[in-house]
């Protein structure tokens, strides 16, 4: 399998790292506030983290756990709740206190992953290695992030042509976006 030979080694598991704090942003909290509880903007970021977790079952077919950098701030209601909500996806969330105590603040993080690790599972892509470049970009486009497609620039097609004219058209593309949305808009 040429999608698995490119980067030497197949991961055996996917691990989606959070906070609460950038969820409750995603879901509309001030930063100002985000230490403060606030249910309701964490229910309405969850959705960002589920659609992550979900392009990990659905698109690259691996086991997933999802590994949440604890603050002092996390209220406990916030934290049963995200375990809760992820548990709907089959995926374990854990609270790490790695910064606070070093390994042993990642050991509960480290056995849900070995746990990851002995499920069997191939590595799926969005798209076939040997697609042109457009057609890669336009599928994760769709498959990852929910677009319903991609208009290209001039400047960006010349681009993808050298690409492909010099024999690199069969990499895998690698695509850089805003990390506050899952589209190209970060008020999103």
């Given at each position: 399998d040429t999608k698995c030979r490119i980067a030497g080694v197949e991961p055996a598991a996917i691990?989606?790292?959070?906070?609460?704090?950038?969820?409750k942003l995603h879901g509309g909290a001030d930063k100002a506030t985000l230490a403060?509880?606030?249910?309701?903007?964490l229910k309405a970021g969850m959705p960002n983290l589920f659609k992550h977790i979900e392009?990990?079952?659905?698109?690259?077919?691996?086991?997933?756990?999802?590994?949440?950098n604890r603050f002092y701030t996390d209220t406990k209601a916030e934290t049963d709740f995200v375990i809760q909500e992820v548990?709907?996806?089959?995926?374990?969330?854990?609270?790490?206190?790695?910064?606070?105590?070093?390994?042993?603040g990642g050991k509960e993080l480290a056995e849900e992953v070995v746990k990851a690790c002995e499920i069997p599972s191939k590595l799926c892509h969005p798209y076939e290695l040997d697609e042109g470049v457009c057609q890669k970009i336009e599928n994760v486009a769709k498959k990852i992030?929910?677009?319903?497609?991609v208009d290209f620039s001039d400047e960006a097609l010349e681009k993808i042509k050298?690409?492909?004219e010099k024999g690199c058209g069969n990499l895998p593309v690698i695509i850089a976006k805003t990390q506050?949305?899952?589209?190209?808009?970060?008020?999103?």
């Open positions: 691990v989606v790292v959070a906070t609460v704090k950038a969820l403060e509880e606030n249910l309701e903007a392009n990990v079952q659905q698109v690259y077919k691996k086991p997933v756990v999802v590994a949440m548990e709907k996806y089959g995926v374990e969330a854990v609270f790490t206190d790695v910064f606070l105590k070093g390994g042993e992030y929910g677009a319903d497609g050298t690409i492909e506050y949305s899952l589209s190209d808009n970060a008020e999103l």
